[in-house]
């Protein structure tokens, strides 16, 4: 399965949205557990957004609420194959771009 940058990115961003409270019931800011209890809030794009960031995000956004994956049921290891399977291309263009030697070297005994 293919999973779209702007479907990661958008997960990101839309992962605390997933937060919920009772609407009868006002409990207390933080219980006795530690919890932050946060009521629902709208937050809105940046201000600072350039016009084509805003239609991206957008985008993204979309595709990742109409996308068939269940993301709540796959496991954390999942979801970073897929995460990195997605992630990957990029890494290579940037190898590609920017070709370096990485050696492992100590330096007084110390990992450098």
């Not at 605390?16 to 006795?32: F, R, T, Y």
Request: glycine share 4%; net charge neutral; proline share 5%.
């Amino acid at each position: 399965m293919k999973v779209s940058r702007g479907l990661v990115l958008a997960l990101l961003v839309l992962a605390p949205v997933g937060l919920s409270h009772a609407a009868d019931a006002k409990p207390e800011p933080i219980d006795a557990t530690g919890t932050a209890h946060v009521p629902a809030f709208d937050i809105p794009l940046s201000s600072y957004m350039s016009e084509q960031a805003k239609q991206a995000f957008i985008k993204a956004a979309a595709a990742a609420q109409s996308s068939d994956t269940d993301w709540n049921s796959l496991s954390i290891s999942k979801i970073r194959e897929l995460t990195e399977s997605e992630l990957q291309k990029y890494l290579d263009r940037a190898r590609s771009l920017y070709p370096v030697s990485i050696e492992e070297r100590k330096v007084g005994g110390v990992s450098a």
